[in-house]
């Protein structure tokens, strides 16, 4: 079935470090891709999404792209702020549900 | 602002109980969806619903039931059958557009057992 499989964390960085967070899927088809953050206590937002290989997707100086050929879709950023401390998932959209991965935490200190 | 409420924020169950956890949207989406999330298991689907008046079982159902009267409201019973309730219970809802269409989240309900 469709998997997704995310880089463990915590991944811990000082300001204004480079982020990547690996991600990479398995699923039948050409699935949409997503990747959700969640912040402490609440639930989780759309960061940002591709929905067709080589697209790439950005939000607010995050950015990730569609690889069909490595089934990837890492999440990367130039530099992080103490304000990206959250936890990242990586999520596909099989058949009428999406599928997540098990979240990658980001701790960023001064 | 459209978006989705769930309630309460916290919620506490005895042993024997059954308790109702609450979803409404604003966003006229059509389907609507319930996960458990457990620390470090990413989120789990519990059931979903494409239609008013139709759900179906997601990967651990088992424990749970829901009801889909009306299009706005999915609340969700964790019954007495769900041995190991604590969790963070989160709601989400999707509108129309096939795969393209990303889900959007309540912020959830912490469920813990007295």
């Known amino acids: 079935g469709d998997s997704v499989t995310q880089m463990e964390g915590p991944v811990t960085l000082s300001e204004e470090a480079f982020l990547t967070i690996n991600c990479t899927y398995t699923?039948?088809?050409?699935?949409?891709l997503f990747w959700y953050v969640q912040y402490p206590g609440e639930g989780l937002q759309l960061l940002l999404k591709?929905?067709?290989?080589?697209d790439k997707g950005s939000n607010k100086g995050f950015e990730a792209t569609y690889r069909k050929e490595t089934t990837s879709f890492h999440l990367e950023k130039g530099s992080v702020q103490v304000s990206d401390s959250a936890v990242y998932f990586c999520?596909?959209?099989?058949?009428?549900?999406?599928?997540f991965g098990t979240g990658t935490r980001l701790l960023v200190s001064p | 602002d459209g978006g989705i409420t769930q309630s309460p924020k916290y919620l506490f169950r005895k042993e024997g109980q059954n308790v109702t956890l609450s979803c409404e949207q604003n966003?006229?989406?059509?389907?609507m969806y319930w996960y458990r999330q457990d620390p470090g298991q990413g989120l789990r689907l519990i059931y979903y619903?494409?239609?008013?008046?139709?759900?179906q079982k997601g990967d651990i159902a088992e424990g749970y039931s829901v009801s889909r009267e009306k299009k706005e409201s999915f609340p969700l019973t964790v019954t007495s059958a769900q041995k190991n309730p604590t969790a963070f219970y989160l709601c989400?809802?999707?509108?129309?557009?096939?795969?393209?269409?990303?889900?959007?989240f309540g912020d959830g309900t912490r469920l813990s057992i007295l």
């Open positions: 699923a039948t088809g050409y699935p949409s």
């Open positions: 619903s494409q239609i008013v008046n139709d759900f």
């Open positions: 989400a809802s999707t509108g129309q557009g096939g795969g393209n269409q990303p889900q959007h």
């Open positions: 999520a596909l959209k099989g058949f009428q549900k999406l599928v």
């Open positions: 966003l006229n989406h059509d389907a």
């Open positions: 591709a929905t067709k290989a080589d």
